[in-house]
Nanobody, 121 residues
């Protein structure tokens, strides 16, 4: 069994910052790519950022240099530092990871339960 648990969401004013954390736990042999997605009310879930096991980041165009994804492989953790937040960043943020639970085993995709980010004055 594998779990992903996000934390760090909350209410912030426009222009402010938040740092999200996602910790993977359970039966983990290896974690490949880790990513953040978000879903605003009435909208489909959209990809925000991804980081490879080797630490190479990729971002959605709307990030525009405001967010930074990072990871700590020893802690099975991925982070998302969000700066210069805008009201349109308001959404539930989910982490996502491709996890192998045993040597030579298959890679499976797991999702966290989400953390609410609200950007409002």
């Amino acid at each position: 069994q594998v779990q992903l648990v996000e934390s760090g969401g909350g209410l912030v004013q426009p222009g402010g910052s938040l740092s999200l954390t996602c910790v993977a736990s359970g039966n983990i042999f290896n974690i490949n790519a880790m990513a953040w997605y978000r879903q605003a009310p009435g909208k489909e879930r959209e990809w925000v950022a991804l980081i490879t096991r080797g630490g190479s980041p990729m971002y959605a165009d709307f990030v525009e240099g405001r967010f930074t994804i990072s990871r700590d492989n020893a802690k099975n953790t991925v982070y998302l530092q969000m700066n210069s937040l805008k009201p349109e960043d308001t959404a539930v943020y989910y982490c996502d990871a491709y996890i192998v639970s045993a040597a030579w085993g298959p890679e499976r995709r797991y999702w966290g339960q989400g953390t609410q980010v609200t950007v409002s004055s």
